[in-house]
């Protein structure tokens, strides 16, 4: 991993992140206890140890130890890969290590400080609310660019959703039929994505307003087309007994819209750009219930293996089973924030500007906000090292952690429950 210090690059090998938070204690004489009143958490000190080496250790050392002893009067950045975040603060302490067995390398050791004042906490990220309230930002934002679009071209935005009824218009020129020739195409491809899948159960667009014109009919054509794409993409999990592998029906689902996209290449631009932003919407929509489904299993897993499994007789008292439980792993929550975010790019690269850019660039953000919530909230670990076979069981009541959490545990080592772990295995840390 490479962290970046303003315009430094330093191979990262360890990290960590200190929370420093302020507690106002009062005690009283005489009496036990005491009142605590919560501060505010203190800026975020980072601890890193990094490695230069090779060229940069010949060419640029002296700089960097000049660096290191400079006065900032304006917080630096840094990359910090670990939390998938840019951080502003200030370098604090730090240490030169020259090795006598390994020339021209160096070990650095620095803090890192966070500058600034945050805002309050707030509530829990709502990730499926702020995306639906993306795509419907997106399709509202599309109806205008397609009107315009079509206003341009001299092609009447009528009443009804029969693009044939224009060819009562003798008047339009012929740029206004080849654009409405083409949209007319366009439609006709999307209607024929519609029929393949009924639209899934939790579909956006029956929610959506849609204007009540051949501008409104096209929008809703493309919504209805990609929420398809995601209904076959399920389907198709079902069929093949993975209808809980997240990663998989998002590989599928980007799959089938850019193969629509390629359908679609003789679109006009507004119609084309119209289906990239929506179907970015609708993937980015479709990451956020996954992500937000798994945690919702992860909630429910933790809570059920709290419950008392037997009375006070040794009677077993019928606690909720774990067994069932199938949880992303950290890497498969990742690479859906990774495809998801790679379609957004794809669709501002191909054109989507305005407000539309703006929703995606929110849903992305909201997206990795999320996975790194899960990560640092229910994602805290450490590694055993195991020698020899042993079962999961086993190895989670030798490290004092309940043997009910095996599913989770299965789930974080990427292995299916019941079976042996050997060599290094992750365990939560609390």
């Known amino acids: 991993m490479i962290l970046y210090l303003d315009k430094w690059e330093f191979q990262l090998a360890e990290g960590n992140e200190e929370m420093p938070r302020d507690l106002d204690v009062r005690k009283y004489p005489y009496l036990s206890g005491g009142e605590i009143t919560d501060m505010g958490a203190g800026p975020g000190v980072h601890h890193y140890r990094v490695l230069v080496n090779g060229a940069q250790y010949d060419s640029e050392l002296d700089a960097i130890r000049d660096w290191f002893r400079s006065r900032f009067s304006d917080p630096v950045d840094l990359y910090d890969p670990i939390i998938g975040q840019s951080l502003q603060g200030f370098p604090g302490n730090s240490s030169f290590e020259y090795p006598q067995r390994n020339p021209r390398t160096v070990w650095i050791s620095f803090d890192f400080q966070e500058s600034g004042i945050r805002e309050a906490d707030q509530a829990p990220l709502d990730v499926e609310s702020a995306a639906d309230e ?27 959703d029969d693009w044939t009824l224009l060819d009562k218009w003798a008047s339009m020129g012929s740029a206004a039929r080849a654009f409405a020739t083409a949209a007319q195409t366009a439609v006709g491809t999307l209607n024929g994505y519609i029929s393949q899948a009924a639209a899934p159960i939790d579909a956006i667009s029956s929610t959506l307003e849609f204007a009540s014109t051949l501008s409104g009919t096209v929008v809703a054509a493309v919504q209805n087309a990609i929420e398809s794409c995601v209904t076959l993409a399920r389907d198709l999990a079902a069929q093949t007994d993975l209808s809980s592998d997240s990663q998989g029906i998002l590989a599928s689902l980007i799959q089938s819209a850019k193969d629509l ?123 055993v090292q195991v020698d020899d076979p042993t079962p999961l069981h086993k190895i989670l009541l ?22 042996f772990m050997q060599g290094e295995v992750l365990v939560y840390a609390g």
């Open 398 to 419: 030798d490290q004092g952690i309940s043997y009910r959490a095996a599913c989770r545990v299965a789930a974080l080592n990427d292995v299916k429950n019941p079976t």
């Open 261 to 383: 996209r390629t359908a679609l290449a003789g679109a006009p631009d507004s119609i084309r750009t119209a289906y990239m932003a929506q179907s970015a919407g609708t993937i980015a929509r479709e990451a956020a219930a996954r992500i937000a489904a798994d945690e919702t299993t992860y909630s429910e897993a933790v809570a059920a293996e709290s419950e008392p499994v037997d009375d006070l007789e040794g009677n077993r008292i019928g606690a909720a089973e774990t067994d069932d439980v199938d949880l992303m792993t950290p890497a498969q929550l990742e690479s859906c924030l990774a495809m998801a975010r790679e379609y957004i790019q794809l669709a501002i690269d191909d054109g989507v500007d305005g407000d539309s850019a703006a929703a995606l660039r929110r849903q992305a953000r909201d997206l990795a906000e999320k996975v790194r919530r899960v990560r640092l909230e229910y994602m805290r670990t450490r590694t």
């Open 134 to 160: 993306a795509v419907t930002a997106i399709v509202a934002d599309r109806q205008v660019s397609v009107a315009d679009a079509m206003a341009s071209a001299g092609v009447p935005d009528a009443e009804g």
